[in-house]
């Protein structure tokens, strides 16, 4: 018996090695397969989001269709998706999708709980406190419209309909409603333009070729510091 459980203590290293060799040899692997497999780009699923449920808020708005799907695609689709999206983008060092894709997604569950804790009487929401609300996303998407100048000229297109948009609907909650009806065209061309960035990145990749351009930066960005990191890349490529 005690020779027994000492063969099998003597023979214990030798077989945690050989587990050792072959988790490694399978990581191994894995990794080589990982690098040689395509990887989606995850702009098609925060575009198509964002603009599936900015498109929808504005029917709403112009009164063709009840909350009932908007808040529906805004905590799915505008929401949870937009939001896994933007963190697949922080995946491949893209910090304005990662950011961009995060943050509106979250405005969008943001949205939704206001309208629900509305509906339900708890912790309610004036005009003008949805409208600090807007004015807060106002100042947010600034940052990223002025970021958009560096990309290209589809996504500097986009934000700067989507800030006009925000601005227009702070002047509706604080002023004239007029200003929320406006915003709702705006807020209509911003969605399109987004499903023009999304159409872009799904047919030239499957063309091979340019068939939706999205138009040079803006600005054009100057070379990068010795000491700093690799730039980015850009939620669309410049010459998609």
Known sequence: MLSDILRSVNSTPSR????????GTAGLKSITMSDSVKVGNPAV???????????????????LCSIGPVLAMGLIFGGLAQMIAGFQEQKIGNNFGFSAFVAYGSFWIGLGIIWILNSLGIYESSKTDVGWFLVAWTGYTTILWIASMWIHKAMFSTFTLLIAGFILLDLGHFGPAIFNTIACYVLILCALNAWYMMAGIIINDLAGRTVLPMGTPVISAGPAPASSQPAT???VPANA
């Open 16 to 23: 945690f090695s050989h587990a050792l060799f072959v988790l």
């Open 45 to 63: 699923v925060g575009l198509a989001g964002f603009g599936l449920t900015t498109l929808l808020l504005q029917v709403h708005n112009l009164g």
């Open 233 to 235: 890349p850009d939620m």
